[in-house]
Antibody, heavy 116, light 113 residues
């Protein structure tokens, strides 16, 4: 069964940092692009970043460029999102999803709350 | 960025009725190189992550019931549920993957009347 499980969310103060992780199972991780999508409380979906199979191509939404870094460790079947200089508006559930353009498997998400 | 606008924002229908959700993109998502529309639909039930329903505007994902269908081209798209079931209560999102940053519509909440 294809599965992705996120972790690492929590409460952080504005300006702080957090690292999200996503562990994949049930498929050949290094065959797929991977993506982070977020959803602010009670709001819609926002594509955040994606990364190619070998990690050599990465793309970000403008609002997180220079602050967030997506990475992966194919040996550990893991995807990461390093989030620095966090802002209140980064508060959201962060989903890890399989795919580059469409996303056919999603985790349950991990909640990041940025508040003082 | 391509802006995706859905209508209506919410919809309340009776069981068995036909549900129609519209999605309009601020620019065409039809590729001239392969004649494909880079448009997908997702369903999100309360407390759950989104689920891919349809991609390339009209191709159903494996396992999705055939009461769900997608249509449209260019800038105007429609998700249709032919006969509403109780388990279809959810928020539905359109999504363009024609150009980065990929963007989603604001969502349409579907409820049972």
């Amino acid at each position: 069964e294809v599965q992705v499980v996120e972790s690492g969310g929590g409460l952080v103060q504005p300006g702080g940092s957090l690292r999200l992780s996503c562990v994949a199972s049930g498929f050949t991780f290094n065959d797929y692009w991977m993506t982070w999508v977020r959803q602010a409380p009670g709001k819609g979906l926002e594509w955040v970043a994606n990364i190619k199979q070998d990690g050599n191509e990465k793309y970000y939404v403008n609002s997180v460029k220079g602050r967030f870094t997506i990475s992966r460790d194919n040996a550990k079947n893991s995807l990461y999102l390093q989030m620095n200089s966090l802002r209140v508006e980064d508060t959201a559930v962060y989903y890890c999803a399989r795919g580059v353009m469409t996303f056919d498997s999603w985790g349950q998400g991990t909640l990041v709350t940025v508040s003082s | 960025d391509i802006v995706m606008t859905q209508s209506p924002d919410s919809l309340a229908l009776s069981l068995g009725e036909r549900a129609t959700v519209n999605c309009k993109s601020s620019q065409s998502v039809l590729s001239s190189s392969n004649n494909r529309n880079y448009l997908a639909w997702y369903q999100q039930k309360p407390g759950q992550p989104p689920k891919l329903l349809i991609y390339w505007a009209s191709t159903r994902e494996s396992g999705v019931p055939d009461r769900f269908s997608g249509s449209g081209s260019g800038t105007d798209f429609t998700l249709t549920i032919s006969s509403l079931q109780a388990e279809d209560v959810a928020v539905y999102y359109c999504h363009q993957y024609y150009s980065l940053p990929y963007t989603f519509g604001q969502g349409t909440k579907l409820e049972i009347k």
